[in-house]
């Protein structure tokens, strides 16, 4: 049997997480591919994007960075601080280009606006996920939460897909964390 995070299945995988979070923006899975086959040349390319993070050469988890990069920079993530405002987390997810069609917003309670962060997070994944959207933060082992949106029906496909890459993803309000 196969290593399940080979760099074939990793690659393919971050490629299909990518047309799944991105589907207009074929660019993001050039970027994160070129992470992943060229690190050397992807942080010369984007030295100024990863000197934000930190990162100077390449690291393990550069495709994942990559791909939080590349979707924040077209409006599909959000990344927020671990100590952040509701309403900055609320506005920032309003912002989003895969924002949900219904108002998940009309739902929150306002004593869950006082929450912790991380808290409060999970309460818009609730939110989210009763009107058939899910929120999910694609963990890079920060003090930080990039958060994407995605069809309550595709987060399975997500976290399978991220397994399949090597990475981990946080569902936002789920019931069961890991899903």
Excluded: N
Aim: aromatic share 6%.
């Amino acid at each position: 049997m196969s290593d399940p995070h080979d760099a074939g299945t990793a690659r393919a995988s971050l490629a299909e997480i990518a047309a799944l979070l991105a589907p207009a923006h074929p660019e993001v899975a050039e970027e994160v591919l070129r992470a992943h086959d060229d690190p050397e040349g992807y942080v010369s390319a984007f030295a100024d994007r990863l000197d934000d993070r930190g990162v100077d050469e390449p690291v393990d988890d550069l495709p994942w960075i990559a791909l939080i990069d590349a979707l924040s920079d077209r409006g599909l993530l959000a990344e927020f601080d671990w100590k952040e405002d509701a309403a900055e987390i609320r506005a920032r997810l309003e912002a989003l280009e895969s924002r949900p069609s219904a108002d998940p917003w009309a739902l929150l309670a306002a004593a869950e606006t006082a929450l912790p962060t991380h808290d409060f997070l999970h309460a818009c994944g609730r939110r989210y996920r009763e009107v058939g959207e899910a929120l999910a933060v694609l963990d890079i082992d920060s003090d930080c939460y990039p958060v994407v949106g995605l069809p309550a029906a595709r987060a399975d496909e997500l976290t399978l897909l991220a397994d399949r890459a090597g990475f981990p993803v946080e569902h936002l309000g789920a019931a069961d964390p890991g899903t």
